[in-house]
């Protein structure tokens, strides 16, 4: 912290443990490092954080935004923070409400200092997105769907195997929109004893459901059976949502997310860039599209990459579109015999169509998938932007604060 003028009292920056989903979006954002985790919760170091509130709108759950305000020196502690099954109550401070209405120094009580816009994309939905439901189930209070439908959507193989997985709220309410996710709480505990923590998946139907008008939504998951580095896991999520059986219930929370929102105008382009699962919103974004579908509706294209066409979800349904209503392109980067390409390699071949969508004011961007792709992307963004002598820098900050470029990379 900035102590130049030190306040004895802290309005602490902390994570509610109920709701946050450990999605390490907060972490990754952190431009101060200030927040790190274990295997229990997140949690935010008072001395480094500035309270820049970079770290706010990215989070999907709004657990990132609690505040406690405490005696400077009465922090709680990370090892305070890491034992929380829960927030604690806010406690009476003698002397707070003088500090609250001091001056604004950088680390007074009462002063919130305006957000660093340090985020790649928008913080804000498209302006014509419709208002989403937010965490309206809670790791305390889940909804209980039941599963109606699991399919496989990739083509048997060794390494991979990712799954359409339709669940049923019956008639509880839980309505959703294109670009939202829900969180699934895997049943029994961890090595400690714990209950596993929700994990998060990308909604891939569209807001009236993967069967029209019943109150379903589906998924996309990939079975995880190694980490990063190649070494042998065996996700513990993953590996129970793929194996899900009819009839099955399933303890679901959410729904998350209120910017990676599709506009509602019909008129606006969708330019869409995802790897592997990322796919998912993009099912949801072109599902509402073709359902719903008027001459004069806005461009669509997809940049979609997989290591191979057997390893691309729904590569049979997307090849039997009708060729006039999306522009596809699909980047493998494992086909035998063939260069590796990514999809930031395709949007470079295809700069002129880019370069079109760019110039429109209607054209929304949305990239998901791999963290790995998001600075190729960014990077082929703006090789096409100069070569069409579209300054990138004016460009890219108008398409930010337009509420038109989103990222969902994990
Ligand atoms: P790669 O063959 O290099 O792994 P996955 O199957 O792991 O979900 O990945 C989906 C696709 O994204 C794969 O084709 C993978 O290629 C590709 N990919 C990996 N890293 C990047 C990156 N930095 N930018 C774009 N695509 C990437």
Redesign the pocket.
Known sequence: MNDAVPSPILKQHLIDPVICIRCNTCEETCPVDAITHDSRNYVVNADICNGCNACISPCPTGSIDNWRKVLRTKAYTLEEQLGWDELPAEQEIEGAEDATTGPAIADDASFTPPPVDSARGSSTPPPSAARPVVNSHTNKQPAIATVTGNFRVTEIGRE?DTHHIVLDFGSSPFPVLEGQSIGIIPPGTDAHGRPHHARQYSIASPRDGERPRYNNLSLTV?RVTSDHEGKAVRGVASNYVCDLQKGDQVKVIGPFGSTFLMPDDPKANLLMIC????SAPMRAMTERRRRGRQPGDGRLMLFF????KE?LPYFGPLMSLPADFMAIHL????TPGKP?????DLMRERADDVAELLKDDDTYLYVC?????????MDALRFVADRHGLPWKELHARLKTEGRLHLETY
Do not use: H, I, N, P
């Not at 980047?331 to 494992?334: D, G, K, Q, T, V």
């Not at 998938?369 to 992307?377: A, N, P, R, S, Y």
């Open positions: 991979y990939k790897t592997g699962t990322g990459g997989a290591r191979t390893e980047a493998f980067s494992r590796k390409t990514y999809v930031q998938g791999l963290k790995g792709m998001e600075d190729g992307v």
